[in-house]
Each structure stands twice: as C-alpha cells, then as structure tokens.
C-alpha cells in the first residue's frame, strides 16, 4: 500500500471493554512498532516486531495490553478492560530492517468513557 | 494525533522567516537523533536524521545541528512556509538501525502569514 494504514480511525470504549486496533504496514516492512501517544506528548514506545516474532514488549503498560503479528505483516494491538488512562493515540509505524526512518500512520485515537 | 500540540512550547515565525527549534536530549548514549513533524491529525513524518560523528546536516530547507558536549539538538527550517505549521519532535535512539525511539515533548511551530 502507499502507507501505512491503521483502523478504526477513531474508537470510542467504555470502560471495561475490550478494543482491538489493526495496523497494516508498508508492504515488505520487516519492521514494526506501536507507540502511544498521550494528548499533548511526544509518543512512547510500547512494542517492537520483527516478522512475526516480538521482539521487545517492554513498553507495554499493563498485562492489560497485548500485541501480535502472526503473519508477519498486519498486526493488532489488543486492550483488555479499558480503563480512562488507556485514552491517547496510538500510533503504528514500519520501517525496512536495518534502516531507522520509520513510517508512521495516522493513529487509532482511543476515548474511553 | 488530533490535538497535537495542546499544551506545548508554541514558537511563532512569520512567513519567509527562518525557525530554530531546539530539543535537549537526555542519553548520553544515544547516537542517532532524527526529527519528526506531526501535523494535526496525522502521524509523525520523518524530516531529518543525524548520526552523532556529525555536527550538521542538511536537508532541503533544513538543518539539523547537534551539541553532544550539551546534549542540545537544534531542527533550523529555511524561509518558513505556512505549510510548515506542525508540532515537531526530536527523538534518539541509542543504536543507529533500532526502533526504540525516545521522543522528546515537542515544539510547536505557528507561521504567520
């Protein structure tokens, strides 16, 4: 594709619900990565993928926040029992392996109420 | 994301002006800076990069300086376009070729006609 894509655009939760959020990545990016990103902040890194194998979860908030990739090219970020501080953008980005110009896409951006 | 910027360091440059626009890093290990723009509502999108055996770079209407003796980063934007409007962040990494972005808190940049 020409970008990245990321899907629901906007996502709306109550809390306690359960969300998942798809990204699809620049076709052959061997790389990816989620970031969140909190209203009025840089984004924080939350995990990487290399393929299908995830590599670093360390940023990761919770055991409430689970990611995977299981054919190395889409992948979903999964949010367990919304609570209100889960609300931010989170952003998904590729990149070719062993390059560092990411290529982000234009976000989920998750309320929860 | 959408609201970008809400409650960040705001820079106001008029039209054709030249922008400086500073970041301070925090790892006295990180070895490769890049900057990124972020427009409301979309993803970060790669500007500029600089690996840290340099001092300058440039690019088409910007310059990337960087201090490691200050840990000071600096993003110069030549003649300033209302096109330039964004909020712009730096981040570093400690190895050229990993993912793990830190993200500096942002600047945003308002262009006055």
């Known amino acids: 594709g020409a970008g990245v894509s990321q899907s629901p655009r906007y996502k709306v939760a109550k809390r306690g619900q359960d969300v998942a959020l798809r990204c699809d990545p620049i076709?052959?990016?061997?790389?990816l990565f989620w970031y969140q990103q909190a209203l009025g902040q840089g984004p924080e890194f939350l995990t990487y993928?290399?393929?299908?194998?995830?590599?670093?979860k360390s940023g990761l908030p919770s055991d409430r926040f689970f990611a995977e990739r299981p054919e190395g090219s889409v992948s979903t970020l999964k949010i367990q029992r919304t609570q209100q501080e889960d609300s931010a953008v989170y952003l998904c980005?590729?990149?070719?392996?062993?390059?560092?110009?990411?290529?982000f896409g234009q976000g989920t951006r998750l309320t929860v109420v | 994301g959408e609201n970008v910027g809400l409650h960040l360091p705001t820079l106001s440059v008029q039209e054709g002006d030249n922008s400086i626009i500073n970041c301070a890093y925090s790892?006295?290990?990180?070895?490769?800076f890049i900057w990124y723009k972020q427009e409301s509502g979309k993803g970060p999108q790669f500007i500029i990069d600089?690996?840290?055996?340099?001092d300058k770079r440039q690019g088409q209407r910007v310059t990337v300086l960087l201090n490691k003796t200050v840990k000071h980063l600096s993003l110069q934007i030549a003649a300033t376009q209302p096109g330039d409007s964004a909020v712009y962040f730096c981040?570093?990494?400690?190895?050229?070729?990993?993912?793990?972005?830190?993200f500096g808190t942002g600047t945003r940049l308002k262009v006055l006609a």
């Open positions: 993928f290399q393929n299908e194998a995830q590599l670093d």
């Open positions: 980005a590729s990149s070719l392996v062993g390059t560092t110009e990411a290529f």
């Open positions: 981040a570093e990494t400690s190895s050229w070729g990993t993912y793990k972005y830190i």
């Open positions: 790892n006295s290990a990180s070895d490769y």
């Open positions: 600089i690996r840290s055996n340099m």
């Open positions: 076709s052959g990016h061997v790389s």
